[in-house]
């Protein structure tokens, strides 16, 4: 089986704090680029992973003067709309009944894309899509686009169209690791810490389901691409232990710790996983209300045309 520790997840995907605020910022300035230069930012991607990008226009004077009014995305809207379609990821594959990995392979390739692209040249629509169903394909759960297409009444070949530009985005590196496994296996090791007592062994049940939901939050943070999954599970059972207490959980971090080579001090851990807490306790749920307005303004930068059009309709109204 592969190991974390010599994986392209570890050596590739995990980034510092500063790093992530790097690649957000250089993603969107392209975009704004972009829009200043051709006056539109929608990219385009045919079936053999071909990009077609906005073309400049021959009155170059009169292109800008038209778009002038046209605003991009801010980084922080940026950010609210992936939120948003993170949490839609975990909708569909609920409401296909996948798996758990499945929905945190598919929200991890989603963040990895957003890393090299911006939501004003893909739109997270279709590639949330794409990523539910080439994490189907990773994790050998298949379901064919037209399936997954007709479950939510959208167009599989989109689906299909975004396929390569995904997996290019990726580096083609689809093996990843959620924290899901490793909470599994810090449960089975707890049980050395509560012997057989049967009323301490339903409470290590019902701290597995809790730490598991807990960790389904965290994959909606940007935790995934800052920690292992191992600190990653050990965030999430500490703060499923709050609610039910069955072991002393420094004092199994101390146990955790001491049988690791080299051994690594807890005030090093405790400081991590306080750091995953807080992006648990600050995450967000964007709600189709709070997106209006950058939906607006990203259809704009995706389509000038349809602000134009949007005017025209209202001055027919009026008459």
């Given at each position: 089986?592969?190991?974390?520790?010599?994986?392209?997840?570890?050596?590739?995907?995990?980034?510092?704090?500063?790093?992530?605020?790097?690649?957000?910022?250089?993603?969107?300035?392209?975009?704004?680029?972009?829009?200043e230069k051709y006056g539109a930012t929608r990219v385009d991607v045919d079936l053999d992973g071909s990009l077609a990008y906005p073309e400049l226009q021959s009155d170059v004077k009169?292109?800008?003067?038209?778009?002038?009014?046209?605003?991009?995305?801010?980084?922080?809207?940026?950010?609210?709309?992936?939120?948003?379609?993170?949490?839609?990821?975990?909708?569909?594959?609920?409401?296909?009944?996948?798996?758990r990995k499945i929905q945190a392979t598919a929200l991890i390739y989603f963040k990895r894309f957003y890393l090299q692209w911006s939501v004003m040249e893909h739109h997270p629509k279709d590639i949330m899509l794409t990523c539910i169903y080439t994490a189907c394909k990773a994790e050998e759960n298949h379901v064919s686009a037209e399936e997954l297409g007709k479950g939510i009444d959208q167009d599989h070949q989109v689906i299909l169209n975004n396929e390569m530009i995904v997996l290019q985005s990726l580096g083609f590196d689809l093996i990843v690791y959620?924290?899901?496994?490793?909470?599994?296996?810090?449960?089975?090791?707890?049980e050395d810490f509560i012997y057989s007592n049967n009323g301490q062994l339903q409470h290590l049940k019902d701290l597995h389901e809790t730490a598991k939901m807990v960790a389904d939050k965290?994959?909606?943070?940007?935790?995934?691409?800052?920690?292992?999954?191992?600190?990653?599970?050990?965030?999430?059972?500490?703060?499923?232990?709050?609610?039910?207490?069955?072991?002393?959980?420094?004092?199994?971090?101390?146990?955790?710790?001491?049988?690791?080579?080299?051994?690594?001090?807890?005030?090093?851990?405790?400081?991590?996983?306080?750091?995953i807490d807080q992006m648990v306790n600050n995450l967000v749920t964007p709600t189709a209300v709070d997106m209006k307005h950058i939906d607006r303004k990203l259809k704009y930068c995706r389509d000038p045309g349809s602000h134009e059009k949007s005017k025209k309709r209202k001055h027919r109204s009026k008459d």
């Open positions: 089986m592969a190991d974390f520790l010599t994986s392209t997840h570890r050596a590739k995907w995990i980034f510092t704090p500063h790093e992530l605020k790097d690649k957000y910022k250089a993603a969107n300035h392209r975009a704004k680029q972009m829009l009169e292109n800008v003067e038209k778009h002038s009014r046209t605003k991009p995305l801010k980084i922080d809207e940026e950010q609210l709309l992936r939120a948003f379609y993170e949490f839609k990821i975990q909708d569909v594959c609920d409401a296909f009944k996948f798996p959620s924290p899901y496994r490793s909470i599994d296996g810090f449960i089975d090791d707890m965290t994959m909606r943070t940007e935790a995934s691409l800052l920690f292992s999954p191992g600190q990653l599970a050990l965030a999430a059972l500490r703060r499923a232990n709050e609610e039910y207490p069955v072991v002393n959980f420094e004092r199994y971090l101390n146990s955790v710790l001491s049988r690791q080579h080299p051994a690594r001090p807890v005030p090093e851990l405790t400081k991590y996983l306080d750091a």
